[in-house]
């Protein structure tokens, strides 16, 4: 599943839609399927998504979700992640951790905030 040859988004871009292309920190993501659903607070372990703190019960239905179901991902915002009470790092520690995690790999520069501000643009390649 893994394509390209690295990151296409930096863990500074937190409410941006990037299509999946396999490579995902191990943070907190809304991702959204081939089929056009959105699945919120979910979290990458091995080949598939998890629920984490936040995630609407019931969501997964008993389901599997697997990263070949992915076509978009999503860092969820600092602010989504502090309104449900998670234990997860945020701001300057959770960009910090997840360069650290991943240091000797591609990962893009972070673009100018003009060029993502209204947070609905989907940027692949980014």
């Known amino acids: 599943m893994i394509a390209g040859t690295g990151f296409n ?4 871009q937190q409410g941006i839609w ?7 920190f191990k943070d907190v993501y809304h991702i959204k399927l081939y089929s056009g659903e959105v699945l919120k607070f979910m979290y990458p372990n091995g080949n598939g998504w998890h629920p984490d703190m936040g995630a609407p ?3 997964l239905a008993g389901r599997d979700i697997k990263d070949n179901d ?3 991902v999503m860092l969820v ?3 989504e992640i502090e309104a ?3 234990f997860r790092f945020t701001g300057a520690h959770r960009v910090k951790y997840n360069i650290d995690l991943f240091d000797d790999c591609d990962m893009p520069p972070v ?3 003009e060029a993502y501000s209204d947070k609905t643009t989907t940027l692949a390649g980014a």
Do not use: C, L, T
Not at 9 to 12: E, Q, R
Not at 18 to 24: A, I, K, L, P, S
């Open 57 to 59: 019960k019931g969501q």
């Open 111 to 113: 673009p100018p905030a």
């Open 84 to 86: 449900v009470g998670s």
């Open 9 to 12: 988004h930096h863990p500074a």
């Open 77 to 79: 915002p600092d602010a």
């Open 70 to 72: 992915v076509m978009e």
């Open 18 to 24: 990037f299509e999946y292309n396999g490579w995902r």
